[in-house]
């Protein structure tokens, strides 16, 4: 995984998609500072990074060239409910470029990948849910949030410097009926800073096609998220199958979503891992790599 508080020359080339030799030419005029490794390397702290691209509105502002792939809403709606969450303000705003910098802007300062998903993304999402359950928010509200989020993740995914392949792979999916498929790009992000390489089918998944591309791709792991499943009862015999197969192919299965820790539900849903969050699904991850790598 790399160190996210110093980065390395390389690192912070991929992140503004720019060469190693332009991060060393601003370094050398004195725009960029860097410290250096007993050899002699260079490493940038994270927050020098941050305020580097602050400054010069690199990468997560709006491009003046590029605008096409960098357009981000900037405008804003009036917010009657603010909180605690700078990101729920951002999200209940409607501010796209808000949101990118906040959930972008934590990750340089070396927050870690699983603290911005369990805490600062989960806790907005569910004080967004809360709001709409009460009437206080739209339903426009709670879906431009959630297409913010979304947006802002896949674009913290392109600013990660990724680690080099480990050649393993992962299917990730939610579960059939359901639509709530944020924590499946959520895993998949924390899968590839992992080194593993992914297909995510996203929403409203039947199991009967899962196991159709698990003999397809023979994945070295199952991620299967759920929250509201319409027809529980056909779910969990269709999982009985779909368990039985991936237990002869040796795949392992985590399971994570509301659906899962539900004591009505627990014993039918035999897996490797239920998660409670993404912090307890990356060390079960980087746990599998290890036994893989020592077998
Ligand atoms: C966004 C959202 C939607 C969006 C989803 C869009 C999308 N592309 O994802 C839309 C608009 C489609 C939607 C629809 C509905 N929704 Co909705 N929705 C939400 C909301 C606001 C956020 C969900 C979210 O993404 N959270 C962020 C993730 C990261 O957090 P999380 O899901 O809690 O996951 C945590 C763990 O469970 C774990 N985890 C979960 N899955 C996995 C998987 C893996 C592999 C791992 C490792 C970990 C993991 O990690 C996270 C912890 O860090 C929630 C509010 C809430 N409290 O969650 C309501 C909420 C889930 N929805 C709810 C409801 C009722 C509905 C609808 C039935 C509304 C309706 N009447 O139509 C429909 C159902 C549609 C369907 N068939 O699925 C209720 C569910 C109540 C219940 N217990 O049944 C909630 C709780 C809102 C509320 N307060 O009432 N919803």
Excluded at 63 to 85: G, I, Y
Excluded at 218 to 232: E, F, H, M, R
């Amino acid at each position: 995984m790399p160190n996210v508080s110093h980065l390395t020359t390389k690192e912070v080339a991929r992140l503004f998609h720019v060469s190693d030799a332009t991060v060393k030419r601003w370094e050398d005029a004195g725009m960029l500072t860097s410290e250096r490794t007993g050899g002699g390397h260079r490493r940038f702290r994270a927050e020098e990074v941050a305020r580097f691209q602050r400054s010069q509105g690199i990468g997560l502002n709006k491009c003046k060239n590029d605008d096409a792939v960098l357009r981000t809403v900037v405008r804003q709606r009036e917010n009657k409910t603010s909180s605690d969450s700078p990101l729920f303000n951002a999200l209940v705003e409607g501010c796209e470029e808000k949101a990118n910098n906040l959930i972008i802007g934590e990750y340089l300062k070396g927050t870690s990948l699983t603290e911005l998903f369990d805490q600062t993304i989960s806790a907005a999402m569910r004080e967004i849910g809360d709001l709409w359950y009460s009437g206080e928010i739209t339903i426009t509200q709670e879906h431009l949030a959630t297409r913010i989020v979304y947006n802002s993740i896949h674009k913290l995914r392109n600013t990660i410097a990724l680690p080099e392949p480990n050649g393993k792979l992962a299917l990730c999916c939610t579960a059939e009926g359901d639509l709530h498929e944020l924590p499946s790009h959520l895993a998949q992000i924390i899968l590839e800073n992992l080194g593993w390489e992914v297909v995510n089918f996203g929403a409203n998944t039947p199991l009967y096609c899962l196991s159709d591309e698990v003999v397809q791709y023979k994945p070295d792991l199952i991620c299967i998220t759920a929250k509201t499943i319409p027809d529980a009862e056909r779910f969990s015999r269709e999982y009985k199958a779909f368990r039985d197969q991936t237990q002869k192919m040796k795949v392992p299965v985590v399971l994570g979503g509301q659906i899962f820790r539900d004591a009505r539900f627990s014993d039918r849903f035999e897996a490797e891992l239920i998660a409670e969050g993404f912090a307890d699904f990356e060390n079960f991850v980087m746990g599998l790599s290890e036994k893989n790598k020592n077998s």
